[in-house]
Nanobody, 116 residues
Framework: QVQLMESGGGLVQPGGSLRLSCAGSGIRFNIYTMGWYRQAPGNQRELVATITMSGNTNYADSVKGRFTISRDNAKNTVYLQMNSLESDDTAVYYC??????????WGQGTQVTVSS
C-alpha cells in the first residue's frame, strides 16, 4: 500500500520559516518525481515545486528564491524549506509522487497558515 505522509505544517508569522517533510512508503521512491502542491480555500490546487529522481528542480514563480525542495532517497523523504513566508502562502500543502504513465500518488495534506 502506497503512503505519502506529510508533516511540518503549522502557524507561522509573516517572514517566518517552516520545513515540510513527506515520507513515502510502498513505492520505489528513488525513481519518482516528487512534488509539493498547495490549495488555498476557493482556489484550485497549484504546483509549488518538483524534484526529479536525478535532482532537477522546478518552482512556481511565486515561490522562487524563497522555497527550496530537496529529497533524501535513503530516507524516502522529500522536503520543502519555506522561508520569507507570506500570507498568500497560506494553504493546504500536498505531497505528490509521479512516474508516467502510472497514476499519481498524493498525501493527505498539511495546513500552513501564515498570519500575525
Amino acid at each position: 500500500q502506497v503512503q505519502l505522509m506529510e508533516s511540518g505544517g503549522g502557524l507561522v508569522q509573516p517572514g517566518g520559516s517552516l520545513r515540510l517533510s513527506c515520507a513515502g512508503s510502498g513505492i520505489r521512491f528513488n525513481i519518482y518525481t516528487m512534488g509539493w502542491y498547495r490549495q488555498a480555500p476557493g482556489n484550485q490546487r497549484e504546483l509549488v515545486a518538483t524534484i526529479t529522481m536525478s535532482g532537477n528542480t522546478n518552482y512556481a514563480d511565486s515561490v522562487k528564491g524563497r522555497f527550496t525542495i530537496s529529497r533524501d532517497n535513503a530516507k524516502n523523504t522529500v522536503y520543502l524549506q519555506m522561508n520569507s513566508l507570506e500570507s498568500d502562502d497560506t494553504a493546504v500543502y500536498y505531497c505528490n509522487a509521479r512516474k508516467w504513465p502510472t497514476p499519481d500518488y498524493w498525501g493527505q495534506g498539511t495546513q500552513v497558515t501564515v498570519s500575525s
